[in-house]
């Protein structure tokens, strides 16, 4: 039994505060049957206040989106010098910008798409590259704000330009990939298992399917040639050493194999937190590699640092 005090961050005030609260209500449960002495904590405005009162031995980082995988809450756990899980402040931030996460990847010879930054105002009436396409917003996660665009598609999508729109005000507009849904987690120097996502019902790998029940089937070992199996798993680890991530991160990808086996591998991006309640997709990857839940989350613990 550990003994260490673990101060688990979730909730925040993210579009993902539902699927941190999730991750972290799981996260703390384990680790509390892994024998450590946790502190749930619903991160509010005042988490320095918090913490430098509590002075846990280390964070479990629960947080997810915007503040909480951005680098904010990463610069003010330096400051506090409490070590936490996941990566350190500069590989957050670049990670959670899908444009600056892209040029560092390409720069790293990772295959990935042609895109474009854009302010959402600047769409007018023509595309601004030939259908079809997807518009992401640059700093968000769990799908939130992801529209593609369609072949026969007249006009971009005017919900970018709408008061409805909750997402910032720049979007990266990526060419679409076809193909299947592949992602592979990371758990420092080593790839995790290939897992393929087939959404259920639904055009792709969205909010819903991702955490409705029913809403996605993960096949792990992916049943895909090993070249590609290895590739991906490649990949994964060369852009979690690019971005500087450490503990655990997930990249996605998409592989087209219409034409032929082997086919098309492109990163799309990586998430370093992902989700972390049992069924979700690194927990699952772990647990192909032998690790129960709990002991994943104690090598995620044990890990933990400062100037990561």
Same mark, same amino acid.
């Given at each position: 039994?550990?003994?260490?005090?673990?101060?688990?961050?979730?909730? !925040?005030?993210?579009?993902?505060?539902?699927?941190?609260? =999730?991750?972290?209500?799981?996260?703390?449960?384990?680790?509390?049957?892994?024998?450590?002495?946790?502190?749930?904590?619903?991160?509010?405005?005042?988490?320095?206040?918090?913490?430098?009162?509590?002075?846990?031995?280390?964070?479990?980082?629960?947080?997810?989106?915007?503040?909480?995988?951005?680098?904010?809450?990463?610069?003010?756990?330096?400051?506090?010098?409490?070590?936490?899980? $996941?990566?350190?402040?500069?590989?957050?931030?670049?990670?959670?910008?899908?444009?600056?996460?892209?040029?560092?990847?390409?720069?790293?010879?990772?295959?990935?798409?042609?895109?474009?930054?854009?302010?959402?105002?600047?769409?007018?009436?023509? $595309?601004?590259?030939?259908?079809?396409?997807?518009?992401?917003?640059? /700093?968000?996660?769990?799908?939130? !704000?992801?529209? +593609?665009?369609?072949?026969?598609?007249? $006009?971009?999508?005017?919900?970018?330009?709408?008061?409805?729109?909750?997402? !910032?005000?720049?979007?990266?507009?990526? /060419?679409?990939?076809?193909?299947?849904?592949?992602?592979?987690?990371?758990?420092?120097?080593?790839?995790?298992?290939?897992?393929?996502?087939?959404?259920?019902?639904?055009?792709?790998?969205?909010?819903?399917?991702?955490?409705?029940?029913?809403?996605?089937?993960?096949?792990?070992?992916?049943? +895909?040639?090993?070249?590609?199996?290895?590739?991906?798993?490649?990949? =994964?680890?060369?852009?979690?050493?690019?971005?500087?991530? /450490?503990?655990?991160?997930?990249?996605?990808?998409?592989?087209?194999? /219409?034409?032929?086996?082997?086919?098309?591998?492109?990163?799309?991006?990586?998430?370093?937190?992902?989700?972390?309640?049992?069924?979700?997709?690194?927990?699952?990857?772990?647990? $192909?590699?032998?690790?129960?839940?709990?002991?994943?989350?104690?090598?995620?613990?044990?890990?933990?640092?400062?100037?990561?």
């Amino acid at each position: 039994m550990s003994g260490k005090h673990v101060a688990v961050l979730m909730g !925040g005030f993210s579009s993902e505060r539902p699927v941190s609260l =999730a991750s972290g209500k799981a996260c703390a449960d384990a680790l509390e049957a892994e024998g450590y002495r946790v502190t749930r904590i619903d991160v509010e405005r005042d988490v320095a206040a918090v913490l430098a009162e509590l002075r846990p031995d280390v964070v479990f980082n629960a947080l997810h989106g915007p503040f909480g995988e951005d680098g904010t809450i990463q610069g003010i756990l330096e400051y506090l010098e409490i070590p936490y899980t $996941h990566s350190g402040v500069l590989a957050s931030a670049l990670a959670m910008d899908k444009g600056q996460a892209k040029i560092v990847a390409a720069a790293s010879g990772i295959p990935v798409a042609e895109a474009k930054i854009m302010n959402r105002f600047d769409f007018g009436s023509e $595309h601004p590259i030939a259908p079809p396409y997807v518009v992401k917003p640059v /700093r968000e996660g769990s799908s939130f !704000g992801v529209v +593609i665009v369609k072949e026969d598609q007249a $006009h971009p999508p005017q919900i970018l330009t709408s008061d409805e729109w909750r997402y !910032g005000d720049l979007v990266m507009v990526e /060419r679409y990939i076809y193909g299947r849904e592949l992602t592979c987690g990371v758990m420092g120097d080593k790839a995790l298992g290939v897992t393929e996502v087939l959404p259920q019902g639904l055009a792709f790998y969205n909010y819903e399917s991702k955490y409705a029940p029913g809403g996605s089937k993960h096949v792990i070992p992916a049943q +895909i040639s090993p070249n590609i199996y290895q590739k991906v798993q490649s990949l =994964a680890l060369k852009a979690h050493q690019a971005l500087g991530c /450490r503990g655990v991160s997930r990249s996605d990808f998409r592989f087209d194999d /219409r034409f032929s086996e082997e086919g098309e591998v492109i990163w799309l991006e990586l998430n370093n937190q992902p989700g972390m309640t049992p069924t979700s997709l690194v927990p699952e990857m772990a647990l $192909h590699a032998g690790l129960s839940f709990g002991e994943f989350l104690r090598w995620m613990v044990e890990d933990a640092s400062c100037q990561r």
